[in-house]
């Protein structure tokens, strides 16, 4: 698939973002699942002009996008990179998207499970990461812990290193291909939200909430869909280290094409923020990609 | 330029330095991509206090284990030839040299 702008990302900024790269008539495609906006679920009450649930504004929003152009997929980025000028992204369901321009406005990555023994066993089998830290895993047992397709991708990846791989999943959204892939590869999955994380001074099993205790050497922790800060990476663009992406006052980043507006790019985490960058890089995107501006 | 340590030349790293600092990396892992210009200013904020270097984990297996190192960005940190603590995950420049200070 062709895009002139790819936005990843379908809350208020993102959906922004589209509405005005569509309205410019650049070929907009919207990537992202709309419950995963910090919008989702929440009462709008300091949104200038709205009172209303975040859900609905969300909804709204999508529609307007759509009305002026944009092609919405409901799925996750699970890959991304660049082929010369030309960024390339991967979704779960195996779309693949070529686009001349990128905006980023995924929000902030909430990562941590906050169970007890996440925090004490980190680095002693608790990881998040499992294409950094796979390798030390050799023989070993670990379970993936997660809802999305970035946790299915992740169990996979480990059947080729450990000697069992587990997968916790409490709420699965996650592509039915990419399951199957894990699945098929020897995955086994177990549908209860972990309780706990338990080990004397290393990872020795995990306990969840239906009593089941796995026993096992790591724990990884994928939740969420593949994070801004490993996108920003694989586009070449060094996130801060508190994972938000630098943007200037055109919500440009240091990488020529790459955009990035709302949550990601810092506080205040407020929808008339989001909005407004989302405005200025969905403008900016569009006029990158048709070549109005550099 | 932080030196590139290896199996061979990782002790007398450690031996030649009071406080050594070496960060265990690998080149696919994002937050040790992340870590590499922070602990570029570390060895410049600390030189002549601190010896700091890197070690790739991927290449270097046999020092992982021996570390029993289970996750990737970690910093050995060594006081007179002895691991005193190993700091896990990407972290800024400001608490690696406020730890070392308190050593």
């Given at each position: 698939m062709e895009a002139d702008?790819?936005?990843?990302?379908?809350?208020?900024?993102?959906?922004q973002a589209a509405i005005h790269s569509s309205r410019k008539k650049a070929k907009t495609v919207l990537v992202g699942k709309p419950n995963n906006s910090s919008a989702h679920g929440t009462d709008i009450e300091n949104y200038f002009g709205v009172v209303d649930d975040g859900d609905t504004l969300i909804s709204e929003g999508l529609g307007q996008a759509k009305s002026f152009g944009t092609e919405f997929l409901e799925q996750n980025v699970i890959s991304a990179g660049k082929d010369g000028?030309?960024?390339?992204?991967?979704?779960?369901?195996?779309?693949?998207i070529r686009s001349k321009a990128v905006v980023i406005a995924t929000g902030i990555s909430r990562k941590k499970?906050?169970?007890?023994?996440?925090?004490?066993?980190?680095?002693?089998?608790?990881?998040?990461?499992?294409?950094?830290?796979?390798n030390f895993y050799k023989g070993r047992r670990v379970v993936i812990v997660g809802n999305e397709s970035e946790a299915a991708v992740s169990a996979k990846l480990m059947t080729s290193y450990a000697s069992e791989t587990s997968w916790v999943a409490w709420d699965l959204t996650a592509n039915e291909a990419v399951v199957s892939r894990a699945l098929d590869a020897g995955v086994r999955l177990?549908?209860?939200?972990?309780?706990?994380?338990?080990?004397?001074?290393?990872?020795?099993?995990?306990?969840?909430?239906?009593?089941?205790?796995i026993s096992v050497d790591g724990v990884f922790i994928e939740l969420g869909a593949k994070s801004?800060?490993?996108?920003?990476?694989?586009?070449?663009?060094?996130?801060?280290?508190?994972?938000?992406?630098?943007?200037?006052?055109?919500?440009?980043t240091e990488v020529?094409?790459?955009?990035?507006?709302?949550?990601?790019?810092?506080?205040?985490?407020?929808?008339?923020?989001?909005?407004?960058?989302?405005?200025?890089?969905?403008?900016?995107?569009a006029d990158y990609a048709k070549g109005d501006k550099k | 330029m932080v030196t590139e340590l290896n199996e061979t030349?990782?002790?007398?790293?450690?031996?030649?330095?009071?406080?050594?600092?070496?960060?265990?990396?690998?080149?696919?892992?994002?937050?040790?991509?992340?870590?590499?210009?922070?602990?570029?200013?570390?060895?410049?904020?600390?030189?002549g206090k601190a010896g700091v270097a890197k070690l790739n984990t991927?290449?270097?297996?046999?020092?992982?284990?021996?570390?029993?190192i289970n996750a990737i960005p970690t910093l050995l940190i060594f006081k007179d030839k002895v691991l005193v603590d190993e700091l896990v995950g990407l972290r800024p420049k400001e608490s690696i040299i406020e730890f070392v200070n308190g050593l």
């Amino acid at each position: 698939m062709e895009a002139d702008v790819l936005i990843i990302g379908c809350g208020p900024a993102g959906l922004q973002a589209a509405i005005h790269s569509s309205r410019k008539k650049a070929k907009t495609v919207l990537v992202g699942k709309p419950n995963n906006s910090s919008a989702h679920g929440t009462d709008i009450e300091n949104y200038f002009g709205v009172v209303d649930d975040g859900d609905t504004l969300i909804s709204e929003g999508l529609g307007q996008a759509k009305s002026f152009g944009t092609e919405f997929l409901e799925q996750n980025v699970i890959s991304a990179g660049k082929d010369g000028d030309v960024f390339v992204f991967g979704t779960d369901d195996g779309t693949q998207i070529r686009s001349k321009a990128v905006v980023i406005a995924t929000g902030i990555s909430r990562k941590k499970l906050n169970v007890p023994g996440e925090k004490e066993l980190l680095g002693k089998g608790v990881s998040y990461c499992a294409v950094c830290d796979c390798n030390f895993y050799k023989g070993r047992r670990v379970v993936i812990v997660g809802n999305e397709s970035e946790a299915a991708v992740s169990a996979k990846l480990m059947t080729s290193y450990a000697s069992e791989t587990s997968w916790v999943a409490w709420d699965l959204t996650a592509n039915e291909a990419v399951v199957s892939r894990a699945l098929d590869a020897g995955v086994r999955l177990y549908n209860s939200k972990p309780k706990s994380i338990d080990g004397s001074g290393k990872v020795e099993s995990l306990t969840l909430n239906d009593g089941t205790v796995i026993s096992v050497d790591g724990v990884f922790i994928e939740l969420g869909a593949k994070s801004a800060a490993d996108i920003a990476m694989d586009l070449d663009l060094m996130p801060e280290l508190d994972d938000t992406i630098k943007v200037d006052q055109e919500c440009r980043t240091e990488v020529p094409g790459v955009f990035a507006c709302g949550d990601i790019t810092g506080k205040p985490w407020q929808v008339a923020k989001a909005v407004g960058q989302g405005c200025v890089a969905g403008l900016n995107a569009a006029d990158y990609a048709k070549g109005d501006k550099k | 330029m932080v030196t590139e340590l290896n199996e061979t030349t990782f002790d007398q790293f450690v031996e030649s330095n009071g406080i050594a600092i070496i960060d265990c990396w690998a080149p696919w892992c994002g937050p040790c991509r992340r870590m590499g210009p922070i602990i570029e200013e570390v060895a410049q904020d600390l030189a002549g206090k601190a010896g700091v270097a890197k070690l790739n984990t991927d290449e270097n297996q046999g020092i992982a284990a021996r570390f029993q190192i289970n996750a990737i960005p970690t910093l050995l940190i060594f006081k007179d030839k002895v691991l005193v603590d190993e700091l896990v995950g990407l972290r800024p420049k400001e608490s690696i040299i406020e730890f070392v200070n308190g050593l």
